[in-house]
């Protein structure tokens, strides 16, 4: 009876062992589907039209209307392991002025590096130029009467 009892002992021991190193995955945030951001027309659709189409966004950008993002990840945790971040994705929504939507892109994150997984644009008429292209390129453009009164 003792070694029935033993055997049983250790094969639950086995078991409990092997559950134990069975990987807990965990999602955190919320990234709307492909299907959900295909409703989403770059030019047409508004700052108001969002929240029915895709949801509210995980966090907003500083500045009011700047831009929307919707954070999404997963996490595997594995014995008493810390847990890892395996996935990441992040979808970037910026507005033009008036709130409609200018631009989306995702995001993901691969070997520690942000990766653009896909990007809808609208065509602009102007060309981006950075803020020193732009102060550097007006050094020529006044002349002394402009200063002088």
């Known amino acids: ?3 029935i009892r033993s ?3 250790l094969a639950f021991l086995a078991v409990l062992g092997l559950v134990a190193c069975t990987p807990i995955y965990r999602n955190h945030g919320y990234v709307p589907p492909e299907t959900d951001l295909a ?3 770059v030019g047409q659709t508004t700052m108001d039209d969002l929240p029915d189409l895709i949801g509210r966004p995980t966090a907003q ?3 009011t209307g700047s831009g929307w993002y919707y954070v999404g990840s ?3 945790r594995v014995a008493a392991a810390a847990p890892e971040e395996i996935e990441r994705q992040v979808v970037a929504i910026s507005f033009a002025e008036g709130g409609v939507v200018s631009n989306i892109e995702r995001f ?3 070997r520690g590096r942000i990766v653009a997984l896909s990007r809808r644009v609208t065509d602009g008429s102007v060309t981006e130029i950075s803020l020193i292209g732009q102060l550097l390129g007006n050094l020529g453009n006044f002349q002394a009467g402009d200063i002088i009164d």
């Open 74 to 76: 997963r996490w595997r």
């Open 108 to 110: 993901g994150l691969e």
């Open 39 to 41: 409703q989403v027309v």
């Open 1 to 3: 009876m003792t070694a």
């Open 7 to 9: 055997l049983m002992t």
């Open 61 to 63: 950008g500083l500045l």
